[in-house]
């Protein structure tokens, strides 16, 4: 049964009679009979319930069998975050007893939490509490098999967990009884990992497969004009989300992979602006991700964005599975990727001792060993912090001769101070050795020549960015590192071809109503705040475009 932990008033709250009152104008009031199921798990997440006689169950199904979650009385509402994207019902709702209720659509959900300030915050706040308990408690209807020695299972485990989704994790090598569950769905261990969801049994599939699986994206309208399609949901795509969202447009965000981009993985940031303990990425991407879905975005999960039609206006978006979105602007926010290391055989260990991102899932796998670390920009930084309250000892190799040019003054003084943590200035990795996973790292001093190899397992790999602007195909223009050229960075030959008598906006780029914001575009600041304000900025000027 949950426990909501010391906050229960925030997390089950009862709502008084008049909060009930105006609560009640949004929904419909019906009776019901004990022992009436109101949601099936699996069922859509499309409406909730507020209990006004009665009592209302939360059950969770195991093995065939029923467990109380939680349960209702009058003046408490059901319901979790997964209602705001309609996401699929993780457990069965029913009629303790014989009574009332007030079924609230999600549409009606979402007009109350633009208007209501009041019943926005304890809804949105007890339904974002929730999610965090059943995640804590593995309240899911997904059932993970992998190994740690297997990269599919941690980035399964990534996806779901940056995603919000709860899970049950079944290790391979550690659980003698996940051999016969095998065996019973006639899986092979050439399958592994294997997701079981949704009564189906899927090997080794893709992010995709598992968003589909878990019905987390409702479908796109093509025949529908967007207002702006934003491509991208770091923290610059979610911004423009929200800001687009709130001022009353038309707002799709399409995502090729999870919420919060490159800081999505970044265990704590602590220079971004009202968080003076710091927040971790995944964190405020959910944050970010709720208040766009609050304010009526539609976002689109593992989904990306495979080419530009930008040949005629309005736009259009296509996406990898073939849908076709018309929009009147289009806001890229696509960032950029870890450059991958020249080293012939890194593919190989990628996900099985070569990371690209340092959460508690990494920190884990590598609790009481050495690891590395290479590159010298803040999230190489927050990760040789993080990982060294859990390693053995951390590494970090940079190739200048410090990190004065890089790295946040706060970082480098807790580099320096920290007994756990070894600076390598002029260094880089020369060699990696295993078999299916990572085994030994070689590096080399480049300034003295000096080589050293160690029983290494666990090598993190932040070093540079490579713009995620292949997709685009010529239609804007770029700079020689392939970032997106905006407002005073476009050159006349640049704009050869713009149609219009004004000059671009301060970040749209050589195409008018296109717009480059965070990471992608050229001449950015690498930090949270920065993408955050880009993305805001944005739409200010998409509303201009609107109205030409």
Known sequence: MLTAGSRPEHVFPTLTPDQLARLTVHGRVRRVSQGEVLLEAGDPGTRFFVVTAGQVDIIRLSDGREELVVAFHPGQFTGEVGVLSGRRTLVRVRAAAAGEVVEVDRA??????????????????AFILRRVEMIAQGVGDVILIGSTHCSGTLRIKEFLTRNGHPYTYMDLD??????????????????????????????????????????????????????????????????????????????????????????????????????????????????AYAQAQKFGAQLVIARGATRLACERRPYTVETDKGQRVPARAVIIATGANYRRLALDNISRFEGAGVYYGATFLESQLCKGEEVVVVGGGNSAGQAAVFLAQTAKHVHVFVRSSGLDQTMSRYLIRRIEQHPAITLHARTEIAKLEGDAHLERVEWRNNETGTVDSRPIRHAFMMTGAVPCTEWLGGCLAVDAKGFIKTGPDLTKEDLAHWPLSRPPYLLEASLPGVFAVGDVRGGNVKRVASAVGEGSIAVSFVHQVLHE
């Open 108 to 125: 009606d959900l979402l007009t109350f939490v633009q208007t209501d300030s009041e019943l926005s915050d304890i809804i949105m706040r």
């Open 174 to 287: 550690n659980e003698a009884s996940v051999q016969a569950l095998l065996d019973h769905f006639g899986v092979k261990l050439a399958d592994v990992p294997v997701a079981i969801c949704a009564g189906r049994v899927l090997r080794n599939p893709t992010n995709r497969e598992i968003a589909d699986c878990l019905g987390f994206n409702e479908a796109i309208d093509q025949a529908k004009l967007r207002d702006v399609v934003i491509i991208g949901a770091g923290p610059a795509g979610l911004a423009a989300a929200v800001y687009a969202a709130s001022e009353g447009l038309d707002t799709l965000v399409v995502e090729s992979d999870s919420p919060g981009g490159q800081a999505g993985s970044s265990s704590k940031i602590e220079n971004y602006l009202g968080f003076p303990t710091g927040i971790s990425g995944q964190e405020l991407a959910g944050r």
